[in-house]
């Protein structure tokens, strides 16, 4: 079973998925849903249709390790997703990883404002790899 890794967005949800070894992030794309119920159904739709047997959602926590806004939403998708697909998500600190993955593109010539999904989807896979590399082996 696959593991999808989910950088959850008001506008844009970056999706990660893992190989069938769980070794590797493979496939990293984005959604573009504005509405939770929606994009819960979509990840549903991709959980079935792409055999993952876990999810890992970011759980956006300040630099302090205290939660905002931002981490209720997270927490409100993750109930949705577990309704929806059965699996309850792994809440995965995601401090940073937008910030990496920014750096990344940058490090790589990429211009942000033209490259806005691919920072979303980066993200996850960052959140995807570490996962997978806590892993044990």
């Known amino acids: 079973m696959r593991v999808l890794a989910i950088d959850y967005g008001d ?3 970056g999706l990660a998925f893992s190989d069938a070894t769980n070794t590797l992030a493979g496939d990293a794309f984005t959604v573009e849903e504005y509405d939770a119920g929606r994009l819960a159904e979509r990840i549903a739709s991709e959980c079935v249709s792409r055999g993952v047997g876990t999810i890992v959602l970011g759980l956006p926590r300040n630099m302090d390790g205290s939660e905002g806004p931002r981490a209720e939403k997270s927490r409100a998708l993750a109930a949705l997703i577990e309704e929806k697909t059965g699996l309850t998500p ?3 600190d995601e401090r940073r ?7 990344i593109l940058r490090a790589n010539g990429k211009r942000e404002k033209r490259h806005k ?3 979303d989807a980066l993200a996850a896979a960052l959140m995807l790899e570490g996962y997978l590399n806590s892993l044990p082996r």
């Open 117 to 119: 999904k691919s920072v």
């Open 90 to 92: 792994v809440l995965w």
């Open 11 to 13: 506008r844009r949800t």
């Open 97 to 103: 990883s937008t910030i990496e993955a920014h750096g």
